[in-house]
């Protein structure tokens, strides 16, 4: 199916139940710090971006694959989905695995979070859980590549299962989108470069495009370096593949470069002191902004300024999406604070 026939975004991959838990300050081992409030939300890439995209009022189908357990934490991430209105035929239950989930520490006066991650049923999504022909959505988005066991494995070909997804995806006539988790291993330049020639967008956050490109970007705070090395990496990503763009965020905004040579930059927001709660989801928010953007036929730099206020939306709330409200409300956000220069 052409993509001019096609609506709606298809999202593949993690679905984790975060249980957040907000504390005053971290601790050192055998000390006791004080838990101030706890929730449960969503968590995961795939997760995260739909809902992210209810509460942004999108206006097309919105389905998911991924496989969770039959427990409490599966039924909980499975009823919340069908409430929100998101197809969940693809959504599976397996029996005798527990569902994914994550315990989130997060601090209140910082906003920095530890994660204490369960990979649950997500280990078991595979290549046979995938029936792309079931939908006609424009969009497939799979991450997090690195959080995927079945789907990160190197098979005896020399590729992963997500690189064969991803380009039956492509041949079907899907715009691809990808995001990484930031694992701090070496696995980034053994495993992901197979999927690239198969994916039309790259989502990376500064430390994702430092480990993927082997240039560091990290606590960078030279403008002109930062964007000096920027495109380093993007001719290093480039040369593996990524069909059209890739978008590297972090906290001063987010540089986007196009296949064809186009190089965006967007600065963040100027949030004023004591407004981040919590950083959790940030990333996934910023893609779901820039995402609806691109579904919709939006110029990329208005699709960058969407994505940065959304993402400072959900920075105002310790979950990953219940910060964020419908568009109109995201970018009167960004008149209200301002950008960064």
Aim: aromatic share 8%; net charge negative; glycine share 8%.
């Amino acid at each position: 199916m052409q993509q001019a026939q096609r609506s709606g975004i298809l999202a593949a991959g993690n679905w984790i139940l975060d249980e957040v838990k907000l504390i005053d300050k971290f601790p050192e081992e055998q000390s006791l710090v004080n838990i101030l409030d706890e929730y449960k939300s969503n968590g995961g890439s795939a997760y995260n971006i739909l809902s992210a995209l209810v509460r942004l009022g999108a206006a097309f189908p919105l389905e998911a694959i991924g496989l969770v357990g039959d427990d409490a934490h599966g039924r909980w991430i499975l009823a919340d989905c069908k409430q929100a209105g998101i197809n969940c035929d693809q959504l599976k239950s397996l029996p005798d695995v527990p569902s994914s989930y994550t315990l989130v520490v997060s601090v209140k006066q910082s906003g920095k979070r530890t994660f204490f991650h369960h990979r649950g049923a997500n280990a078991k999504l595979e290549k046979s859980h995938f029936n792309l022909n079931q939908s006609q959505a424009k969009i497939f988005h799979l991450g997090y590549l690195l959080l995927l066991d079945k789907l990160d494995e190197i098979q005896s070909n020399g590729r992963t299962q997500a690189s064969e997804i991803l380009e039956e995806a492509k041949q079907q006539g899907f715009i691809t989108t990808v995001d990484l988790v930031s694992e701090n291993s070496d696995r980034f330049t053994n495993i992901v470069p197979c999927a690239l020639p198969y994916v039309d967008y790259l989502f990376l956050n500064e430390f994702e495009a430092s480990r993927l490109a082997g240039i560091d970007l990290m606590e960078l705070h030279d403008e002109q370096e930062m964007e000096r090395r920027c495109m380093q990496v993007f001719d290093n990503i480039f040369a593996m593949g990524v069909q059209d763009w890739i978008i590297i965020h972090f906290p001063a905004g987010v540089w986007a470069a196009q296949r064809n040579g186009l190089r965006l930059f967007q600065p963040s927001l100027f949030l004023p002191e004591g407004y981040i709660v919590g950083n959790n989801g940030a990333g996934d928010a910023l893609a779901a902004g820039i995402l609806l953007a691109v579904h919709e036929g939006w110029p990329m730099q208005e699709a960058l300024k969407l994505g940065v206020c959304v993402a400072a939306a959900s920075l105002a709330d310790v979950t990953c999406s219940d910060g964020i409200s419908d568009i109109k409300s995201c970018l009167e956000l960004g008149e209200e604070l301002g950008f960064r220069k």
